[in-house]
Each structure stands twice: as C-alpha cells, then as structure tokens.
C-alpha cells in the first residue's frame, strides 16, 4: 500500500501502532473524488471503510427522492452492515468532497482477526458500540416519526 499513512483516529485510534500497521497491510486506500458514489443502494458490499478524509453522506432513495441518514467525516466508518450481512445495501455512499478512505474487505479482515486478535478484539468492540449507537438513534428517529405524523394527521 504505497505511502499512505493512516491516520489513528475515531474507531482506528483504540489500535497500537502495530496494530494499525497490520490493518494497512490488509487494507488498501481509496483516493475518492466528490461526486463519487462509494457504495450503492441495493448492490452487494462486503468492506468496511475507514473515512481519514473528506466527507461523505449516506443516502436512501425513496419514492425517487434521496433522504440523507448520516454524514460521515474523518474518523467514521460505514459499511459495517454489508461486512457482517450479505445481502444487498441499504443505502448509498455518496462523497461530497475529494477524499481518502482505508477500505477492508471481508476476506482481509479475516487475516487481520486472525494475525492480529487483540487488535481485532478492540476494532469489533467499537464497531459494535458505534452500530448500537445508530441503531438507537435510528430507534429514536423511527418513534418520533409516528408521534409527530399522528399529531400533524
């Protein structure tokens, strides 16, 4: 993986540098593009990115409308569901600036789990944090929805 250091921050920044290091080997970086779409609604992913720059948004098309979930910058990941899940994705990744994204694909985390299991330990505990984190907001989203499209009703 050419020069690219990856920089220890958001979920990175819980692994020692050797640990970081065995990441990129497994790894590679994505120089991205505004504009550029990263994943799509409905195609198959199986990586988990790491954003280290730009920002990007998480999209969903409905009824030909896209409706903005999330917005990622440096230090967020996304494609955890699709790393863990095979189906299709849930939504699009849409990049609103130029950036850098380290991405891991299924089969290489493997090796990574298995060359580097505390480093793994410490990457699946704080994906599992930030995942039940969205997923209670999204919980949160979802209750406050049906209240307030009953009190407009």
Do not use: Y
């Not at 080997?25 to 990586?47: F, M």
């Not at 899940?85 to 130029?98: F, K, S, Y």
């Not at 950036?99 to 480093?119: K, T, Y």
Request: charged letters at 25%.
């Amino acid at each position: 993986m050419d020069d690219f250091k990856v920089k220890p921050i958001g979920l990175l920044a819980r692994l020692s540098a050797a640990e970081i290091e065995a990441l990129t080997q497994c790894a590679r970086r994505r120089a991205v593009r505004r504009d550029a779409e990263i994943v799509r609604q409905g195609d198959h992913n199986e990586s988990l990115f790491f954003v280290q720059e730009g920002v990007f948004h998480a999209l969903r098309r409905v009824r030909s409308r896209d409706i903005i979930l999330g917005r990622f910058e440096p230090g967020a990941f996304f494609g955890e569901v699709s790393l863990f899940d095979p189906g299709p994705t849930t939504g699009t990744v849409r990049a609103i600036t130029d950036g850098a994204l380290l991405e891991i694909r299924r089969p290489q985390l493997d090796e990574f789990v298995v060359g580097c299991p505390a480093g793994a330990a410490a990457l699946f505990l704080g994906l599992l944090e930030e995942t039940a984190t969205r997923l209670r907001n999204a919980d949160q989203r979802f209750a406050d929805s049906i209240v307030w499209g009953t009190l407009l009703k």
